[in-house]
């Protein structure tokens, strides 16, 4: 799988994780006030950055790349504060569906990097 569908990939997990983090109040994990209204709001932003880096992506803009390396900065950052909130005992994201795309981000936030890792080297040589 190239850099494009690594990208359409993991933004896909992440995008699924969002809508299983919505069933999970995950709003109240991290302490953010305002409920749900305010987790719809904050997710606008992150959703139209990912569509415009999968646009820029495919027009081979710069942007793409830089959106391709924020997925993939997002997935560490999904596994870290996810695993830490389960190895500190917390209820949420313990559902196979849940701890599969947590996996599933994982795995694919690394073969994503080692792609982009790799055009850069064959761009570079």
Same mark, same amino acid.
């Given at each position: 799988?190239?850099?494009?569908?690594?990208?359409?990939?993991?933004?896909?997990?992440?995008?699924?994780?969002?809508?299983?983090?919505?069933?999970?109040?995950?709003?109240?994990?991290?302490?953010?006030?305002?409920?749900?209204?305010?987790?719809?709001?904050?997710?606008?932003?992150?959703?139209?950055?990912?569509?415009?880096?999968?646009?820029? %992506? @495919?027009?081979?803009?710069?942007?793409?790349?830089?959106?391709?390396? +924020? $997925?993939?900065? !997002?997935? #560490?950052? *999904?596994? =870290?504060?996810?695993?830490?909130?389960?190895?500190?005992?917390?209820?949420?994201?313990?559902?196979?569906?849940?701890?599969?795309? %947590? @996996?599933?981000?994982?795995?694919?936030?690394?073969?994503?990097?080692? +792609? $982009?890792?790799? !055009?850069? #080297?064959? *761009?570079? =040589?």
């Amino acid at each position: 799988m190239g850099r494009d569908g690594l990208y359409l990939a993991n933004a896909t997990v992440l995008i699924t994780h969002q809508i299983d983090a919505a069933f999970w109040h995950e709003w109240e994990l991290f302490g953010i006030p305002g409920g749900a209204p305010v987790n719809m709001l904050m997710n606008l932003p992150m959703m139209f950055a990912i569509v415009w880096g999968a646009r820029a %992506l @495919a027009l081979g803009r710069i942007g793409g790349i830089v959106m391709s390396w +924020a $997925l993939v900065g !997002s997935g #560490a950052v *999904a596994i =870290a504060l996810h695993g830490w909130f389960l190895l500190h005992g917390h209820d949420a994201f313990r559902t196979p569906v849940s701890l599969s795309l %947590l @996996a599933a981000t994982g795995v694919i936030s690394a073969l994503q990097a080692a +792609a $982009l890792l790799r !055009s850069r #080297a064959a *761009a570079t =040589a």
